[in-house]
């Protein structure tokens, strides 16, 4: 789920802040935290329109397509016939989950930061066969960050930003089937539990380069069927390198990694061992500036993940622009 920020100067402009952070409301999501991409702002309200595409497929031993056959990239038409079935080790076995974002950023003071996260999120799953997709208004997340640290004069750059915040349950939590059968905790809009999470973010910049690292640690909730998902950690570092393209254009290539943890599902407080997270994923990123307006893209794939016997994570990807003023 966080915020990182660049400020750059280009014959008086040079990098400085950027923009991460947390923020989702399925599962698989809400633990994996969340990248927006570089933004050229200081100090700037902004607002932002950011899709996202996390996939699973494949188990232990076996390909993780990070596009699996039959599933989509963008947000499907709702398909709520299929039964709710089992996993079986079957290739072709996928969730997907996916989050089309309104964000919403507002300076109170010039180190004080608040935010805002609206999500629509649609999830798919296919097992045995059988393919489902759900789609909703997701659960919204109300953050704010501190600047601790503000050392932008010189070529050498530093800020550190605090946060704190909170998930709340508007997402729908109990979509079933033409039978009356509940998807899964994990299918569902929104999680049901008011969460809360902190985070740090600290940049650093010499020259055209630099990098960032984001840590977050969220506190999950449970929701009325006392379903819950084990608290979580995320961790992404971002080394990035800024080049200008004419007068008012700024290109900005990154390298991305990313951890996660989580226990998993939790049910009456105790653990089910279902859907536990550990894993790597690194890749690529591209963020393009134009005066007031920036365009994000990322791909993450899969580096290393802990034994699990569900489909594993194979990777995602990130599409975002921001309106900054």
């Known amino acids: 789920m966080s915020l990182l920020k660049i400020h750059y100067i280009v014959n008086r402009k040079i990098l400085i802040l950027l923009f991460v952070l947390v923020g989702s409301q399925t599962f698989a999501c809400d633990i994996c935290g969340c990248f927006m991409g570089i933004t050229p702002y200081f100090n700037r309200n902004s607002i932002s329109l950011l899709y996202r595409y ?18 989509k ?135 055209k380069f630099g990098a960032s690292l984001n840590t ?32 008012d254009v700024q290109v900005m290539p990154s390298a991305q990694f990313f951890y996660e943890y989580s226990g998993g599902e939790k049910y009456q407080g105790i653990k089910t061992g279902e859907h536990v997270m550990n894993n790597l994923m690194g890749g690529v990123g591209v963020d393009v500036f134009y005066k007031n307006m920036a365009l994000n893209a990322g791909l993450q794939k899969n580096i290393w993940e802990a034994e699990t016997d569900h489909p594993m994570s194979a990777g995602r990807v990130h599409l975002g622009i921001t309106y900054n003023f």
């Open 54 to 71: 996390r996939s699973f497929n494949g188990y232990d031993g076996q390909n993780h397509s990070l596009f699996p056959t039959g599933g």
């Open 73 to 207: 990239f963008f947000i499907p038409a709702r398909e709520q016939n299929s039964p709710i079935t089992g996993h079986a080790g079957n290739q072709a076995d996928y969730e997907l989950y996916r989050s089309m974002e309104i964000r919403g950023r507002y300076f109170i003071i010039s180190r004080l930061e608040i935010n805002a996260i609206l999500p629509y999120v649609s999830n798919s799953e296919r097992y045995n066969g059988y393919t489902s997709s759900i789609s909703g208004i997701g659960d919204v997340n109300l953050y704010a960050g501190y600047h601790l640290v503000q050392q932008l004069e010189n070529n050498f750059k530093q800020q550190l930003i605090a946060g704190i915040g909170v998930k709340l349950p508007t997402g729908k939590n109990d979509f079933k089937n033409n039978e009356g059968i509940r998807y899964s905790s994990l299918m569902q809009a929104g999680t049901g539990s008011t969460d809360g999470f902190v985070y740090l973010n600290y940049i650093v910049g010499l020259g």
């Open 216 to 247: 977050s640690y969220k506190v999950n909730g449970t929701n009325s069927r006392d379903e819950g998902i084990a608290n979580s950690t995320t961790s992404f570092l971002n080394i990035f390198y800024t080049q200008s393209v004419g007068k």
